[in-house]
């Protein structure tokens, strides 16, 4: 764990917590650059950390991913090893990772321009895919995500030095808002908290089944929705949730009979590419954050053959 860049974001090597001011930019393109969406969209993720897109992608579109989905949690054994996690208890498949890289048709959303152009337009640079997965919370026994950043994981057990990475979520399914959607704090993604606990060893395997190591202490969540407020998106298949890489988010368990799928795609700026880990001893694998990239996303328009939509 040999870091010569500055880490301006020290978590899990203290033995308090500690609230971090945001030390980069939320929209790093140039003030007078044209976004490829409306402006008060780009204001709002700018204020709250996150924005709800509708109707992104056609019942066409959504059915196809939706198939693909489907085959991948029905036929886990055709997948890579390892990207596929169960839930704890059920044996139920929570997430497929690396789907960009496992079908066609992921890799094209990921290079999607309703998805690439805007995140190249928020982080100000050429993109790459740090992460792809997709997410199952099925129905009556899908369980819970408890608080956490993102950017906190990403910072000490993959080595992101800065936060210029953002989140985007396809909607596979119309949400419910009883069916546990994501919950985010607003204004939360400022404040960068510190946590504490060492990394153990070979975490990941424990944590994406149920994070106990970098999560935030309950005073500083307390103080961030006591700030903010909780707002719990419930947007209909289609539909698009971008969330910046440090927005404190979570979701309950789902005990309704409504499944809940979505697509999940993190875009990392060229520049913002992994360094050594910061609070971890070793990296996770390259399914869940990738580092054997040799050049950014390449735009749809430029892909060829087979991955071509029609």
């Not at 079908?103 to 152009?117: G, Q, Y």
């Not at 210029?164 to 908290?193: C, E, W, Y």
């Not at 694998?285 to 996303?297: D, T, Y």
């Amino acid at each position: 764990m040999q870091q010569l860049q500055e880490d301006r974001y020290t978590t899990r090597l203290n033995t308090r917590p500690e609230q971090i001011g945001r030390r980069d930019p939320v929209i790093h393109a140039a003030r007078d650059k044209e976004p490829p969406v409306s402006s008060s969209v780009i204001q709002e993720f700018e204020k709250n950390g996150f924005v709800v897109l509708e109707d992104v992608f056609s019942e066409a579109e959504v059915a196809r991913m939706k198939g693909t989905a489907n085959e991948m949690r029905d036929y886990p054994d055709s997948l890579a090893d390892e990207t596929v996690i169960s839930e704890r208890d059920s044996g139920a498949v929570r997430s497929v990772f690396a789907i960009h890289r496992q079908t066609s048709d992921f890799d094209v959303v990921a290079r999607d321009p309703r998805l690439a152009e805007l995140a190249r337009h928020i982080l100000g640079d050429d993109v790459y895919i740090h992460q792809s997965r997709l997410n199952y919370k099925p129905a009556f026994k899908g369980k819970e995500f408890y608080w956490h950043s993102d950017f906190e994981t990403w910072h000490a057990e993959d080595g992101m030095p800065n936060m210029r990475a953002l989140s985007m979520s396809v909607m596979l399914t119309d949400n419910h808002p009883q069916a546990g959607p994501v919950m985010f704090v607003p204004g939360s993604h400022k404040t960068f908290i510190s946590c504490v606990g060492e990394t153990p060893d070979d975490n990941y395997k424990a944590s994406l089944k149920k994070q106990e190591t970098g999560i935030p202490d309950a005073d500083s969540i307390a103080q961030l929705v006591d700030e903010g407020g909780i707002v719990a998106p419930a947007p209909k298949a289609g539909s698009v949730v971008i969330f910046d890489c440090n927005t404190l988010h979570a979701s309950n368990g789902n005990i309704t009979p409504f499944e809940r799928m979505n697509a999940f795609f993190v875009f990392n700026a060229w520049s913002n590419r992994l360094k050594e880990p910061y609070g971890a001893n070793a990296e996770r694998p390259e399914h869940i954050a990738h580092r054997r990239v040799e050049k950014p996303l390449a735009p749809l328009s430029k892909v060829t053959g087979k991955l071509k939509r029609q």
